[in-house]
């Protein structure tokens, strides 16, 4: 199951991806004197949108076969396994998932709204004990 990004932040990095481009091309095409620097623009242009196609593809959140993997293009992916989850911590919106040995931040403001819902019920699903989860707070309270 994908966890996806929200519409508005794939498009931007489409649309500055678009707009670097355009201006790199047009640095090359007018200057009579070509500079290094005008390339540039379109290396600009280039890395948004191989952004956006691996956004686009991969989303912000696989959770497959017990484990929640946050998708990277620059830099490692990290991963959780949902069964190592001693607590959960949320906070302006956005849930820590902790382990022994690692802690998963979740930025939930660059979620999906539906997306936001599968999250939300695959996470309150985890068996913890009421005090360590945010969403067994009615139980806590009876």
Do not use: C
Not at 53 to 82: C, M, P, R, S, V
């Amino acid at each position: 199951m994908n966890i996806k990004f929200k519409k508005k932040r794939l498009f931007i990095n489409l649309l500055l991806g678009i707009v670097w481009l355009g201006l790199g091309f047009s640095n090359i095409i007018s200057d009579e004197d070509v500079r290094w620097s005008n390339y540039l623009y379109f290396l600009a242009g280039v890395l948004y949108t191989i952004h956006f196609l691996y956004d686009y593809f991969k989303q912000y959140l696989t959770i497959e076969d017990g484990t929640i993997i946050k998708n990277k293009l620059y830099g490692w992916k990290n991963k959780i396994n949902l069964d190592e989850i001693t607590s959960i911590k949320a906070f302006a919106g956005d849930y820590t998932l902790i382990s022994a040995t690692n802690e998963f931040k979740i930025n939930s403001a660059l979620i999906d709204p539906e997306s936001l819902i599968d999250l939300t019920t695959i996470l309150s699903k985890i068996d913890l004990p009421a005090d360590k989860t945010p969403f067994n707070k009615e139980e806590a309270a009876a």
